[in-house]
């Protein structure tokens, strides 16, 4: 929400809108005590009825969380939190009517109450709930920092319970190899939600940032030369290179979230006599004290007013979808490649890099000789040798920093070697990447995801699946699958500078060395309230009075050819053939207006067809009154045998279709 914000008293402003808190005792405890009482207002109101859902304190970490958002200044510097976000949040943005209202649901929230307590974006402050999901996206957002040469730093923080998320040590490697100031700071509170961390927790904390060759620091937040360490530990991060691991001791007075502190009486004794804001405090003259806390608790109860006083939140229009709208094209159409799909693709990807600046390709063994798994990369790292960045096998964690780099500004194109691998990724996917535009009006992730997929190469069971069925699932994602007779190229053209929502673009193995033909197909006019639809079209031939039509996509469509042909000189039999290349959003209004008429119709897909585009397809046929007959062929759901004799019994063929077909009459 845009809006004034009345600065916390007793504190300037920088130019970026930041808090600036001083070093000396007075403004320390000032801005703590601020914090602390931030939050006893929040867990007043929760329990006054006022706010729902969870939220989690940093009571007792006030200094822990000030700590290194204060000393970061620099404008290109950024803040990546988590569940526990709020002093993070306060100390970079002093934004408090923005915080309570946010949780308490109200319009003048500073995510208009999208967010809640644990989701915010402000600036260049993001925080979400999932615990390791920002490590991976600090390290794009720092590689885009390194790529312009900026003196920014990316301070990402997670508690010591994340120590167990596998994401958070692809992150540290990719840090670590691109050589970028990402800062992980570890607040070590001991304990995750109930289970302490010393019974979960093998090896030291520290040792496994410096695993990584990231430079490590371990100070206490109770010492009383805390804060200067900080600032010292950032100007280190600044003037040096490469990542840095920041461990800070410290302790929760409260509890994980707001009843669940099972702790007996005597550790939190003991924890409270080590509160190191009282002890700040302590050495400040008792008057000097009194003025600062009662000057705080004042502007707390304007805050509180105004939180009050603000509406609920509400939708002027109840959204329907997340999806960002078309931009114009930006770079000329990418024409017909004379060839296969595999030169058209790699011909798009030239076009890109040599048209678009803000095009990156990342992905497993991108680089030459290799030019990728299945070559569609062959030669564009001789050409583009700084965009074109081979990576660790990280799946998730390349995903997060394609997430990263399109938050800043880039438009990377991630390849994940194997579409079964989009399984490894699916946090980022689906936590993240459509999370962020779909809450946030300013934050757009235009990712491109590619992903070689489908069987009948004999590669068994984790090499061979065409997952689009969970794919088109996920809210927000947009999936989009093209055959030998689309015009792929420009459809891949087309998701990269046209589409700025996230998009897996799925590359069936079989089709690459399928001549790029568009043969008689022609292009449907899409429905335009079809988002997409323009921009990856649906295709068709044959007559709209056939026998019957063959829906299908991807790596079905030779087959769904081959059984129409047989199915006309066979059995002497007309056949339509449709084929949409935009699975998701599904061009729903284009399909049914398309459909709703023909007498037979047959879907077609490699998948196994349950919960899939093919049920979505049939249920809207239905819905809207369907009267003809129709079945869906697809794979049983079963895994995929290696034995070609065997996979071939699996998936569906033209003799199947043509079975399919017969069936009907």
């Known amino acids: 929400m845009t809006q004034m914000i009345k600065p916390v008293p007793g504190y300037m402003i920088d130019p970026a809108g930041r808090p600036l808190i001083g070093l000396d005792d007075a403004s320390l405890y000032g801005f703590a005590h601020f914090i602390r009482s931030t939050e006893q207002l929040i867990l007043d109101l929760f329990g006054r009825g006022l706010l729902s859902g969870t939220t989690h304190t940093c009571l007792g970490q006030e200094l ?12 290109d510097d950024v803040v990546l939190s988590n569940h526990r976000n709020h002093g993070h949040f306060l100390t970079y943005s002093g934004h408090a009517v923005g915080l309570v209202a946010e949780i308490m649901g109200r319009q003048d929230g500073v995510c208009g109450g999208y967010g809640g307590s644990q989701h915010i974006a402000y600036r260049n402050f993001h925080s979400n709930g999932v615990q390791a999901g920002m490590t991976a996206i600090a390290s794009g957002l720092a590689l885009d920092i390194k790529r312009r040469a900026s003196r920014g730093v990316v301070a990402v923080m997670i508690g010591d319970g ?19 100031r990402v800062l992980f700071v570890v607040e ?13 927790l093998a090896g030291s904390i520290a040792g496994r940032g410096a695993a990584f060759g990231l430079r490590t620091w371990e100070l206490d937040d109770v010492a009383p030369d805390f804060m200067t360490s900080v600032d010292s530990v950032v100007v280190d991060m600044r003037e040096g290179k490469g990542p840095g691991m920041l461990v800070i001791k410290t302790r929760r007075l409260g509890p994980h979230s707001k009843g669940d502190d099972l702790r007996d009486a005597a550790e939190r004794a003991a924890i409270n006599d080590r509160d190191p804001l009282m002890a700040l405090g302590n050495r400040l003259n008792l008057q000097e004290r009194a003025g600062i806390e009662a000057r705080n608790l004042a502007f707390l109860r304007e805050v509180e007013a105004t939180a009050l006083a603000s ?12 999806m960002r709208l078309a931009r114009d094209a930006s770079i000329p159409a990418q024409p017909p490649v004379a060839g296969n799909v595999r030169s058209a693709l790699n011909a798009a990807l030239r076009n890109l890099l040599t048209n678009c600046d803000d095009v990156l390709l990342l992905g497993e063994d991108l680089h030459e000789p290799y030019g990728g798994a299945f070559k569609v990369t062959a030669g564009l790292s001789t050409e583009f040798p700084d965009r074109v960045i081979s990576t660790p096998i990280s799946e998730a964690g390349i995903t997060g920093a394609g997430i990263g780099l399109a938050i800043a500004g880039h438009r990377p194109i991630v390849e994940i070697m194997f579409a079964d691998f989009l399984t490894l990724c699916m946090d980022q996917i689906y936590n993240h990447a459509v999370k962020f535009p779909g809450m946030f009006a300013d934050c757009d992730v235009p990712l491109v995801i590619r992903a070689p997929c489908g069987g009948r190469r004999g590669y068994g069971p984790t090499h061979s699946q065409s997952p689009e069925n969970l794919l088109v699932s996920v809210p927000g994602l947009t999936v989009v699958f093209g055959s030998h007779r689309h015009n792929i190229g420009q459809l891949l053209v087309n998701a990269v500078t046209r589409w700025s929502n996230p998009v897996v673009f799925l590359e069936h193995k079989l089709l690459y060395a399928e ?18 639809a323009d921009l990856f079209p649906t295709l068709r031939r044959g007559d709209a009075q056939s026998d019957v039509t063959l829906v299908g996509f991807g790596g079905m469509l030779p087959f769904i050819e081959r059984a129409a042909e047989r199915l006309g000189r066979e059995e002497e039999l007309s056949v339509e053939i449709v084929s949409p290349s935009l699975l998701a959003p599904i061009p729903r209004r284009t399909l049914v207006g398309l459909l709703l008429e023909r007498r037979r119709i047959v879907v077609i897909e490699e998948s196994h067809h349950e919960f899939g585009v093919s049920a979505e397809l049939v249920a809207s046929l239905a819905e809207a009154g369907y009267r003809g007959k129709i079945i869906r062929i697809g794979m049983p759901p079963v895994p995929i045998a290696s034995a070609r004799s065997l996979e071939r019994a699996q998936f569906p063929d033209e003799q199947a279709i043509i079975d399919g077909v017969l069936g009907l009459f």
């Not at 070590?188 to 979960?200: F, L």
């Not at 790029?516 to 997409?532: A, C, I, K, R, W």
């Open 515 to 532: 001549a790029q033909d568009p043969s008689d197909y022609q292009t449907v006019l899409p429905n335009e309230s079809d988002l997409g």
């Open 64 to 75: 822990c969380q000030m700590s290194v958002v204060r000393a970061l200044s620099d404008a």
């Open 188 to 200: 070590n509170n001991g304990i995750a939600q109930t289970t302490y961390t010393r019974d979960v």
């Open 311 to 322: 509406p609920e939140s509400h939708f002027d229009v109840v959204p329907v979808h997340a």
């Open 162 to 180: 994340t120590l167990g998320e596998g994401l958070l040590y692809e992150s540290m490697n990719l840090a670590s190899v691109w050589g970028v």
